[in-house]
């Protein structure tokens, strides 16, 4: 098979990167050439200059096309929103910090040439990054993998290339705690991973701190893996245990006289009852959390204006 492109779409999200726009715009156009493409920016609610100098990239060529969120919605609707304005037959979506080259996507178009539907980016490297980063984003993936059963590659993100076919199936999943690169992988479709190496951001400082990784990462597994609720219920049954086999333990310190009468099993039974529940409840409420969210049925992301659209796109 060999397929030819009639219009490529390129989606990048950008979040106060003002300083980032030129130079992604200008590597983006170098690296596509003469192809037919657009370039949907989509400032998620920045509060710096990131909207004017997208405008400013806009009014100097009508291949770029601009949606600005009313607010921040987070990277994960941004991007949805950007992928929603797509109208080209192959969609790649890459994030808008050059952490991500867009040099890259040549071969990622070779790959789709040859019948590669969902074709995603692995990093090789990742530079600038701490050990301790590395780590833990290593660990995210395998942990993810076990949990859900999804081949999401190990330093896979959000960066791929996806045919029209896929897109389509893709956006048709409504939920609104979206993790798009396993969403891209449960659709399936023909897959396949091109290297790179991952590079520096170019300007400002990264827009996930710890706190954000930590909360994207449950939302990640919550969205495709219920075994936390069964986690939850070995651990009762695990404690439940523990507490079990204490009770020998308390009856030969009451008559050893090594604690007050009634201290040790009071210690026992409210420490193990009380983080079994706290612990279980956490875990049931996160996914009330989410059943919450998706019944009140509103909108992933609102939009605020659009630079270089012929029509506003149907939602």
Do not use: C
Request: hydrophobic share 45%.
């Amino acid at each position: 098979m060999n397929r030819e492109v009639g219009l490529l779409s390129v989606v990048a999200p950008m979040y106060e990167e003002e300083d980032t726009v030129d130079p992604f715009v200008e590597r983006v156009e170098a690296a596509l050439g003469d192809l037919d493409y657009e370039l949907i920016l989509v400032n998620d609610g920045s509060k710096d200059r990131t909207r004017d100098a997208m405008a400013a990239a806009a009014a100097r060529d009508p291949r770029i096309k601009i949606v600005s969120l009313a607010r921040n919605f987070g990277h994960q609707p941004a991007l949805t929103a950007g992928l929603e304005h797509a109208t080209g037959d192959v969609i790649v979506m890459i994030d808008g910090d050059l952490q991500d080259p867009p040099e890259v996507i040549p071969e990622m178009l070779a790959r789709w040439r040859e019948g590669i539907d969902v074709v995603y980016a692995v990093r090789q490297q990742r530079l600038g990054e701490t050990a301790f980063k590395r780590i833990t984003a290593r660990g995210f993936y395998k942990t993810f993998r076990r949990l859900t059963g999804l081949d999401l590659a190990v330093e896979s993100g959000d960066f791929r290339l996806m045919d029209r076919k896929a897109l389509n199936a893709l956006l048709a999943m409504p939920e609104r705690n979206r993790f798009l690169r396993g969403m891209t992988v449960w659709i399936g479709f023909s897959q396949m991973a091109v290297p790179f190496v991952r590079q520096e951001r170019h300007a400002g400082v990264t827009k996930y701190p710890l706190r954000k990784m930590l909360r994207f990462s449950f939302d990640a597994i919550t969205s495709f893996s219920s075994r936390p609720l069964q986690w939850a219920t070995f651990l009762g049954f695990f404690f439940s245990l523990v507490a079990f086999l204490a009770i020998p333990l308390t009856v030969i310190a009451r008559y050893a006289n090594i604690f007050e009468r009634g201290v040790p099993t009071t210690i026992i039974v409210v420490l193990l009852l009380g983080g079994i529940q706290l612990i279980t409840l956490g875990i049931i409420g996160e996914y009330v959390g989410r059943i919450y969210d998706e019944v009140k049925h509103r909108p992933l992301y609102v939009v605020g204006e659009r630079i270089n659209f012929k029509e506003p796109a149907d939602r």
